[in-house]
């Protein structure tokens, strides 16, 4: 490629992508010191036509002036230049050093589509939604979002939000450019990528919700691995069905170990993507405070079966979404193992009798006529590391029977009390206790009419049958002082049948 410069500074260098319309290069600011690389974005409208090139202007200055106000955030790239020469345009954009996620997911998976672990999905998902947060106040609509315009800067690795459009919206211009009776020229601007982009999108009608489902997308891709496109989707409702996907099959020598993600985790994208826009999070901060309400376990739900068998027996709960054993309660078992044992040693090496000893909550060992004892350590978790812990009771709800249940919950713990309900059904509850409040869960996964999270009080009309959840649990405000200091609390509970309000009305004359 002949190295063209264009307003006397830009030296193109290499090409990087190219449309009908339009195309990519990466350039060298020859008026700078260094002659540091930036990008150069070539709007090329496709017609002559006077009220072509008067609208292509129009898109183009006004794109420029909202790339010049989000470029003052840190993760979006800065407008360094626009021009146009030859009735050309031209965007000059800073250069974003790094890898993009699409990349990022081929590299770990080395060439092929590879699941991205949950953990790293959470950090993709509060990034950007923090990003999005600042681009949403400004009243602009990013369109576009995909793994391939979220990029990773290689010098603190931060993710980098770029391409808002403005070569899109020039190129349906030329397609969708109609001229009236008054000379007005009058077009439709629809951009985005198929999979990414919701139904309303693509009728040229998008919304704010419209970036929260290219984001939720974007993290059920990483999740499953797969294309939005290869995701199906109900035939009556068309939303997607994707949760049985987001899980990771690993044989490890005899061993079968099965992924699953989190069911908070789970039921905030549900929501993300679902097909109508009002039924997503409206806002990017709004989806953020859901993601901050569920319980997102720091390690993955496994399940090991050894590998030629029997199969092991299985606890059934009541509920859609089944809780994992907790972590908690396996370190607490495995320090009593390991004390009972080093008791059983010490005793083998003086026959003497000894005194009863006691197996406390913390295991030690209390022998005073033993001098060669020492003791077991006792190690204190550091809260703020502890995995989550998820327990699960049922709940007999009875119509117009009263319910209480009092108990302790600790900072790491999550408590779900799972009912049976029926559409129609009236659910009144209350839960009292220092920094506790209670999401409740419809059979959907999703919290009862959409607002029943973090509450501490709830008196409403159940809308389907099925399974509920009073999920209980800390605020994230509540400060942490011990993983073994319990937080009193007293949850109250009663369902009534809805009696449906009755008008009469007079006889008809």
């Not at 992508?17 to 195309?23: L, S």
């Not at 990466?26 to 010191?33: E, L, S, V």
């Not at 797969?226 to 068309?238: Q, R, V």
């Not at 989550?388 to 302790?408: A, C, N, R, V, Y």
Request: glycine share 8%; hydrophobic share 35%.
């Amino acid at each position: 490629m002949t190295a063209k410069v264009l307003d006397g500074r830009y030296k193109l260098i290499k090409a990087l992508g190219a449309g009908g319309f339009g195309r990519t290069y990466i350039a060298r600011d020859m008026r700078r010191p260094g002659t540091p690389p930036c990008v150069v974005k070539h709007l090329q409208p496709a017609s002559n036509d006077p009220n072509f090139v008067r609208e292509a202007r129009r898109l183009f200055n006004t794109e420029a002036e909202t790339l010049e106000k989000l470029g003052n955030h840190d993760q979006i790239p800065q407008l360094l230049a626009y021009f146009e020469e030859e009735e050309q345009f031209y965007l000059v954009q800073e250069f974003i050093e790094g890898r993009s996620l699409h990349d990022e997911i081929l590299l770990k998976g080395n060439g092929t589509e590879q699941k991205l672990s949950e953990l790293e999905v959470m950090s993709m998902l509060r990034d950007i939604l923090n990003v999005l947060d600042f681009v949403h106040s400004e009243g602009v609509i990013h369109r576009d979002l995909k793994p391939d315009n979220i990029i990773r800067r290689a010098k603190d690795k931060k993710l980098v939000l770029i391409d808002f459009g403005a070569v899109k919206a020039i190129q349906e211009v030329s397609t969708q450019l109609e001229t009236g009776s008054s000379g007005e020229s009058r077009f439709t601007v629809t951009i985005g990528t198929p999979g990414y982009m919701p139904s309303e999108q693509s009728m040229g009608r998008p919304n704010f919700t419209s970036d929260i489902y290219g984001l939720g997308m974007i993290a059920i891709h990483a999740l499953t691995g797969l294309e939005p496109t290869e995701i199906p989707t109900d035939p009556i409702t068309g939303e997607l069905i994707w949760r049985d996907r987001a899980k990771v099959t690993n044989l490890s020598g005899n061993l079968c170990q099965e992924i699953k993600i989190s069911s908070g985790l789970a039921m905030v994208l549900t929501r993300m993507v679902r097909y109508q826009s009002a039924q997503r999070y409206q806002s990017a901060k709004e989806t953020l405070q859901a993601l901050s309400a569920f319980v997102v376990n720091h390690e993955p739900q496994t399940k090991k079966i050894l590998m030629g068998t029997s199969t092991p027996s299985t606890r059934v709960v009541k509920s859609q979404n089944r809780s994992a054993e907790t972590a908690s309660g396996l370190l607490i078992g495995g320090l009593v193992i390991l004390g009972a044992s080093t008791i059983l040693y010490l005793n083998s090496l003086n026959k003497a009798p000894q005194p009863p000893v006691i197996v406390d909550s913390i295991p030690k060992v209390e022998s005073p006529n033993t001098p060669t004892t020492v003791p077991i350590p006792i190690v204190t978790p550091d809260p703020s590391l502890v995995t989550p812990s998820t327990f699960s009771q049922s709940l007999d709800m009875q119509l117009g029977q009263p319910i209480i249940k009092e108990g302790g919950l600790k900072p790491n713990q999550v408590l779900n009390y799972i009912f049976e309900g029926k559409e129609g059904q009236k659910l009144t509850t209350n839960v009292s206790g220092d920094g506790l409040s209670m999401t409740i869960l419809a059979p959907t996964g999703e919290p009862v009419n959409g607002i029943a999270i973090a509450v501490s009080s709830w008196d409403g009309t159940l809308e389907f049958t099925g399974s509920y959840q009073i999920q209980l649990k800390l605020n994230s405000t509540t400060p942490i002082t011990s993983t073994t200091q319990d937080s009193k609390y007293s949850l109250s509970a009663i369902l009534n049948q809805d009696i449906p309000r009755v008008i009469d009305l007079p006889p008809s004359q």
